[in-house]
Each structure stands twice: as structure tokens, then as C-alpha cells.
């Protein structure tokens, strides 16, 4: 069940980078985060009242809330990572936040056997390389590099957090609630000061009607995303840490499928053999 849910995770995780990478082609990549995550903050907020979620506050809570706060920095960190390029280096080293979580639970005594160890090497190695690295060309900035690993940092000390917010069913729904809340917050008042300093909130000459129009894109974004965090908090509690980190980071995989298939990308060489090595290793992690 650990790896039913964690490639469940990496499934949603996957398709929901790639929907947000197609808004962002239209919008502010700040304005997505937030738009997407108001929808998802609606439907979770119904969610928690028809469930009776909200019986389950705690202290645990604050788990949720560290994670809705870091994960719009690690977002904007990687964007801004992107913009300074080259993608093909920037992707892959973002992934690497699957060290986070590993490294949590190898902290807490969990001892993958000699087949998942393997397993982990190889899916790390696969999720690098599905990414496109650029093996040779102009160098990096340190910049890029740097605010690559801080997002990397990020999204796996997301991961870490938002498995421990919560123990049951219900309390994952408030769970993810209050974290959602809390992005919208953080990312409504980074949005509010860029519009502040003069950046645009919309391109030039779209209005709301913009942002209504791309709804359903923009809900399906913030609620496979949430549904992403669900299902790996899931995964976490039912099984090793190690496991469950590494199959729900296997999205670079699905995003890059998702574009072959649907805006019709090349994989590159590199590419085709690290979602080799990733299903190679998604195997030994499951059987080992």
C-alpha cells in the first residue's frame, strides 16, 4: 500500500507541474500559485465541515502550517532558479529534495534491506537524469544553483512536514486545510507586494475574466496538488519513509511523459534512460 500511494503521489504531482507549467505560460507564475490554491482552500474547507475534520485540531497542526509557509518560498525559489536557467540543469538538481525526507527517516531508525538501498540509488539516479540535465554547455550562475537547492530543501522539507501533521483520515483533511490556508496567505502577501513594486498580477490587457476562464485548469492544479500531499502523507504513515519519498519523487517522470504525450516533446536520450532507471528502481524499492 506504501508504494501504491507514493507512485499515486508522484502521478499527481507530476501532472499537476505540468498543468501549472501550461498556465504559467499565460500567467505570472505568482498569481497560479495563489488562484490555484484558493480553489483547493474552498473545496478542502467543505471537505473539513462535512467530515467533522475540524474535532482534530491540535498541536500537530503546526506541522501544516510550516509546510504551507515554506513550500510557496521553495516554488518561488525554483521559479526564479528557472528564469536564471539553463532549465536542463535546474530541473534535475530540483528534485534532489528527496534527500530530506530519506534522510528523516534514516534519522529515525528505519534500515532499508540491500535491494530498497539499491532501489533508492537507482530512482534518484533516474529522477536526475529524466530531468534533462545539461551535460555540457555555458556554466551555471551560482545564483541559480543556489536558489535551485534552497527550493530543493523546500519541497522536501514539505514532504517531511505534512507527514507528520496529522495521524488520522480526518485530521489529514484539516491537516492539508490549514496548510492550504496558510499558502494563500504567504503567497497572497508575496503577490500583494510584487503588485506593490509594479509587477503585473495579470498580462497586459487580461482582466478576472482571464483568471475565471482558466478555472477548471487552474482547480485541477491546486486540487491534484493537494490530493498529491494527501496520498503521501498517507504513504508515509503506512510504511518507510525511504520508500515513500522516493516513488512519490518519480513526478519529473510524469511530467516529462505528460508533455511527450500531450504537446508532443521529444524525450531526449537522457531522458528515456532515466525513466528507464526510475521504473528500475521503482521495482527493486517495491519487491526489496
Do not use: H
Request: with cysteine; proline share 5%.
Amino acid at each position: 500500500m506504501t508504494a501504491l500511494f507514493a507512485l499515486a503521489t508522484s502521478l499527481m504531482w507530476g501532472l499537476a507541474d505540468f498543468g501549472g507549467g501550461l498556465l504559467t505560460r499565460r500567467f505570472p507564475a505568482l498569481t497560479v500559485v495563489v488562484a490555484s490554491q484558493c480553489v483547493a482552500v474552498v473545496v478542502l474547507g467543505a471537505i473539513v465541515v462535512a467530515t467533522g475534520g475540524w474535532t482534530e485540531w491540535g498541536p500537530q497542526l503546526w506541522f501544516a502550517v510550516g509546510a504551507g509557509l515554506v513550500g510557496p518560498v521553495a516554488m518561488l525559489a525554483f521559479y526564479k532558479a528557472l528564469a536564471l536557467g539553463p532549465m536542463g540543469v535546474v530541473s534535475p538538481l530540483g528534485s534532489l529534495g528527496v534527500a530530506v525526507p530519506v534522510s528523516v527517516g534514516l534519522f529515525l531508525g528505519e534500515r532499508p534491506g540491500l535491494a530498497q538501498f539499491a532501489g533508492i540509488a537507482v530512482a534518484v539516479a533516474g529522477i536526475v537524469l529524466a530531468g534533462g540535465p545539461e551535460l555540457r554547455g555555458a556554466p551555471v550562475q551560482r545564483q541559480a544553483v543556489l536558489l535551485t537547492l534552497l527550493a530543493a530543501f523546500g519541497f522536501g522539507a514539505v514532504m517531511a512536514l505534512i507527514a507528520e501533521a496529522s495521524s488520522t483520515v480526518t485530521g489529514l483533511f484539516l491537516a492539508l486545510f490549514v496548510q492550504r490556508v496558510t499558502n494563500v496567505v504567504a503567497g497572497g502577501t508575496a503577490l500583494y507586494v510584487s503588485v506593490r513594486r509594479g509587477a503585473a498580477a495579470l498580462p497586459e490587457g487580461a482582466d478576472m475574466r482571464a483568471i475565471w476562464a482558466s478555472l477548471p485548469a487552474l482547480a485541477f492544479v491546486g486540487l491534484a496538488d493537494v490530493a498529491a500531499n494527501g496520498t503521501y502523507a498517507i504513504a508515509a504513515q503506512r510504511g518507510p519513509v525511504t520508500m515513500a519519498a522516493v516513488l512519490a519523487s518519480l513526478y519529473p517522470v510524469v511530467t516529462a511523459l505528460a508533455a511527450r504525450g500531450v504537446l508532443k516533446e521529444r524525450l531526449r536520450g537522457i531522458q528515456a534512460a532515466g525513466a528507464g532507471l526510475a521504473l528500475v528502481g521503482t521495482v527493486l524499492l517495491a519487491t526489496g
